[in-house]
């Protein structure tokens, strides 16, 4: 009888012990899935970012490309000006033609400044968009990790379970 007491004791010792490993274990679990779930929305959120970045970028760049266009042809305007300021009757106020010339040399400069302004900004949104990026490779790579982990827990839960269940049913055997 002494001995069934003892025995009766260790295994509630041994029982008390195993639920408190679980409960722990349970709550780590639940640790990590929110985690997971906290993980995740911060993922979303950073997709939808690099989406607008990249729209971003790709508008940036159409303009770009409008704006050099510009460029080129006033920079043609310009050069068919020279050419036919050579076969203009001198009749024609030279002073005329400077201001023309003055004229389309400063739109010139404007669009040019502007490109430079307007590259500058695409390479500003380019690193935005890298690091945006980046956040959200290292976001991902949480995500699997976290995922990992919840999946080693929910083994050693279910190997501690099965565990338990053979113990009793060897105590209960051997009673």
Do not use: P
């Amino acid at each position: 009888m002494l001995r069934n007491s003892i025995n009766t004791e260790r295994l509630l010792d041994i029982l008390h012990q195993e639920e408190i490993l679980c409960n722990s274990i349970e709550k780590s679990y639940n640790d990590l899935l929110q985690t997971s779930k906290e993980i995740e929305k911060r993922f979303t959120i950073i997709e939808e970012e690099r989406n607008e970045w990249k729209t971003r970028y790709e508008n940036q760049r159409e303009i770009n490309q409008q704006f050099n266009q510009q460029v080129n042809d006033l920079e043609e305007k310009l050069k068919d000006l020279k050419t036919k300021n050579r076969f203009v009757i001198k009749s024609t106020n030279n002073e005329q033609n400077e201001d023309i010339n003055l004229n389309l040399n400063f739109e010139k400069d404007q669009l040019i400044e502007l490109l430079l302004n307007l590259n500058w900004r695409i390479e500003q949104e380019l690193k935005t968009y890298h690091k945006a990026n980046e956040e959200r490779k290292s976001i991902q790579q949480e995500i699997h990790e976290t995922r990992i982990q919840v999946n080693e827990i929910k083994e050693k839960a279910d190997i501690k379970n099965h565990n338990e269940i053979s113990h009793s049913e060897r105590a209960n055997i051997s009673n």
